[in-house]
């Protein structure tokens, strides 16, 4: 189960703090990644972050996003700074999707609506 929250309306240039609660897998042993999706849009991937805490982001997120995990607490954080109005959309948590342990199941996702 994955259970996202910490969304919400904010204005440019605002930030915003994503959780990702995660339960039922072997949280330290799977690669985890935040994706969004925008209205009429696909649900692309937007930063991930290896067992041993590599990350990686996407072009339009660099150096504005930061992705963190706490194995301890089966939990993985999206810091999101300078937001801008192309980042609304609903963010979700998984399984990167190169990993064994991804499962096509989502939670409900957190929205995130900037304003300009």
């Known amino acids: 189960q994955l259970v996202e929250s910490g969304g919400g309306l904010v204005q440019a240039g605002g930030s915003l703090r994503l959780s990702c609660a995660a339960s039922?897998?072997?949280?330290?042993?799977?690669?985890m990644a935040w994706y969004r999706q925008a209205p009429g849009e696909q649900r692309d991937l937007v930063s991930n972050?290896?067992?041993?805490?590599?990350?990686k982001y996407v072009d339009a997120v660099k150096g504005r996003f930061t992705i963190s995990r706490d194995n301890a607490k089966n939990t993985v954080y999206l810091q999101i700074n300078s937001l801008k109005p192309e980042d609304t959309a609903v963010y979700f948590c998984?399984?990167?999707?190169?990993?064994?342990?991804?499962?096509?199941?989502w939670g409900q996702g957190t929205q995130v609506t900037v304003s300009s």
């Open positions: 039922g897998i072997v949280f330290s042993r799977v690669t």
């Open positions: 972050i290896s067992t041993r805490g590599v990350t």
């Open positions: 998984n399984a990167d999707r190169r990993s064994m342990y991804f499962r096509d199941v």
